[in-house]
């Protein structure tokens, strides 16, 4: 089983910036592909951004390429997403999920939230205007 807490949410102006950290239990924290995904009140969760097990292959939505980061870091057990340039459009609460096969199949493959095995309980993002 593995589990994952969500932390680094807020409330934010617009142009600003935060970085949200997602930490795993479990010793095999390198072997797992992570996401981030986010849900606006009324609307599906949508993916974010995808990263291998070693960080070697990332994959961002259109929507927040240039201005969102995903890293990890593989002794900490954390990986985490910088997000700068915010906007209004990108409140949201943000979930990191977790899939423990270890192959990366493709950045479209990460993009569906079927992908997953694991899911955090989101940290909640506000951007004003």
């Known amino acids: 089983q593995v589990q994952l807490v969500e932390s680094g949410g807020g409330l934010v102006q617009a142009g600003g910036s935060l970085r949200l950290s997602c930490a795993a239990s479990?010793?095999?924290?390198?072997?797992?592909?992570m996401g981030w995904f986010r849900q606006a009140p009324g609307k599906v969760r949508e993916f974010v951004a995808a990263?291998?097990?070693?960080?070697?292959?990332?994959y961002y939505a259109d929507s927040v390429k240039g201005r969102f980061t995903i890293s990890r870091d593989n002794a900490k057990n954390t990986v985490y997403l910088q997000m700068n340039s915010l906007k209004p459009e990108d409140t949201a609460v943000y979930f990191c999920?977790?899939?423990?096969?270890?192959?990366?199949?493709?950045?479209?493959?990460?993009?569906?939230?079927?992908?997953?095995?694991?899911w955090g309980q989101g940290t909640q993002v506000t951007v004003s205007s």
């Open positions: 999920a977790a899939d423990p096969r270890g192959t990366w199949y493709s950045g479209t493959y990460y993009s569906y939230d079927y992908s997953y095995d694991y």
């Open positions: 479990g010793r095999t924290f390198s072997s797992y592909t």
């Open positions: 990263i291998s097990r070693s960080g070697g292959n990332i």
